[in-house]
């Protein structure tokens, strides 16, 4: 935790998208102050499993992050604010459009407030665009960033991925931006907006998409499983195509439950040695000299027959005993793990991605680890702050104030809930 040792950071993002980047950062030393609305982040209360306690869909995205409450509708709360912008080096935001230039700091009144601060923004299209005025969820960036159209099968509805990649992948973007704009901040003593729009990062999680998309208008694509022509516009949805050079594809085994997957790659360095193993099994001792599948270009061509006999061979073996088989070969595949292997699995422990964590509302529970491994500041995980924990004592040792100060602040309504407007 000593990486980011030093560089504090006010924290005003909400849900995933934001939390997602500045939980990374706090894991990497940086000190995360979680500026809250006097509710709470709308998520401590969603999804609840159990009563008045933090849900995990907070503490799971929260962690090692200090939370202090403040009420920006008054004038109090707003002092408090702008006198930690002035200690910060990074503020952070995904509001829905307009809401802190609603409060009066748009982007430029907090860079002559603190002219070194940088600025992180997570919006779900951005500052600019007919789309900038909308506010974005997880799956409408999937939507829109040509995630859906590319995944499912070409006769089936488009499908959203498990992997949050319109939340989490824009938290992981913004990450390097505020980086990058940091280090530039330390050279020339000036701060800078960063901008991540969620319709942005996934299509920059489709980029391959994107260069099938350009190769259509140029001829049909013999990797796909699917029929493509040239001149088809849109890149087909094509089931677990490997969408990469090498052709893939994940094959049912025993006992063919819903996991019972493996996911092969007949990279085509080992297709002679796979042929040679599964061809006897099959009544094809001649596999590999078969001029069907001899080179990669046939056997792109003939794709269904091999996935046939792959999928042939697979009836008799559980994923891990055909993994054991195909490891040895060299051929690069892996098993569909669901949630449940995850949570058991030694690898995953071994690496500290499952982590046992304890909190005075819920007792114990688990996050996933920090995926980003620094040899010289490794992440110790501590759980998420319950609502306004350290509002006190942020407002005394960051800001120096007195506790008659914080007493006056507070029964001025700075650190609660604003009250209702009347009808
Ligand atoms: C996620 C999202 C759709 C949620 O919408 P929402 O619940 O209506 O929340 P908003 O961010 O628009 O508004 C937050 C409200 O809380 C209020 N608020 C926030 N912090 C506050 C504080 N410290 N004190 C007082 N009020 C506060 C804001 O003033 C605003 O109210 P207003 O509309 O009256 O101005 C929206 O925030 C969004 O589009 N964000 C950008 C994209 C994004 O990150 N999406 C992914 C989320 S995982």
């Known amino acids: 935790m000593e990486a980011l040792k030093g560089v504090r950071i006010l924290d005003m993002t909400h849900v995933q998208a934001g939390p997602t980047c500045s939980q990374l950062l706090a894991w990497m030393?940086?000190?995360?102050?979680?500026?809250?609305?006097?509710?709470?982040?709308?998520?401590r209360g969603q999804l609840r499993d159990v009563p008045n306690a933090d849900s995990l869909y907070f503490t799971m995205l929260n962690?090692?992050?200090?939370?202090i409450t403040v009420n920006m509708k008054s004038a109090e709360g707003k002092q408090v604010f702008v006198d930690l912008l002035k200690k910060c080096d990074i503020i952070m935001e995904n509001f829905g459009p307009g809401v802190l230039d609603r409060f009066g700091f748009t982007w430029e009144k907090i860079h002559e407030l603190n002219p070194k601060i940088v600025m992180g923004s997570i919006k779900g299209f951005g500052s600019s665009g007919p789309y900038a005025d909308f506010k974005a969820y997880e799956n409408v960036a999937q939507a829109m960033g040509g995630a859906m159209s590319t995944t499912g099968v070409p006769d089936g509805p488009p499908f959203v991925t498990g992997a949050q990649i319109g939340d989490s992948g824009t938290g992981l973007h913004l990450a390097i931006g505020l980086l990058a704009a940091l280090r530039q901040a330390d050279r020339t003593g000036k701060g800078q907006?960063?901008?991540?729009?969620?319709?942005?990062?996934?299509?920059?999680?489709?980029?391959?998409?994107f260069r099938d998309h350009q190769r259509l208008m140029r001829g049909d694509m013999p990797e796909y499983s699917v029929p493509t022509y040239k001149g088809m516009g849109e890149v087909p949805r094509a089931g677990n195509d490997s969408g990469g050079g090498q052709l893939g594809n994940a094959i049912h085994c025993k006992p063919h439950g819903a996991n019972d997957w493996l996911y092969i790659v007949v990279q085509e360095a080992v297709w002679e040695p796979l042929a040679k193993r599964i061809g006897p099994d099959l009544g094809i001792p001649d596999l590999a000299t078969d001029a069907r599948f001899a080179a990669i270009g046939e056997r792109r061509k003939n794709q269904q027959l091999m996935w046939t006999l792959i999928k042939k061979f697979a009836e008799k073996h559980t994923k891990r005993e055909l993994m054991a088989i195909l490891n040895p070969l060299d051929v690069p595949c892996g098993p569909i793990m669901s949630t449940q292997d995850l949570a058991n699995d030694e690898h995953v422990h071994g690496r500290d991605m499952w982590v046992e964590l304890d909190h005075p509302q819920r007792g114990?529970?688990?996050?996933?680890?920090?995926p980003i491994k620094l040899s010289a500041s490794p992440a110790v995980i501590r759980r998420s702050p319950t609502l306004g924990e350290h509002t006190d004592e942020v407002l005394k040792e960051v800001l120096g104030y007195d506790q008659a100060r914080i007493n006056s602040l507070r029964s001025a309504g700075a650190f609660s809930v604003p009250p209702k407007k009347a009808a």
């Open 29 to 43: 030393g940086a000190d995360v102050i979680k500026f809250e609305n006097p509710q709470g982040d709308a998520t």
């Open 63 to 67: 962690c090692n992050k200090r939370s």
């Open 364 to 370: 114990k529970w688990w996050n996933v680890g920090m």
């Open 193 to 209: 907006y960063v901008e991540v729009a969620m319709m942005d990062g996934v299509m920059n999680l489709c980029r391959v998409k």
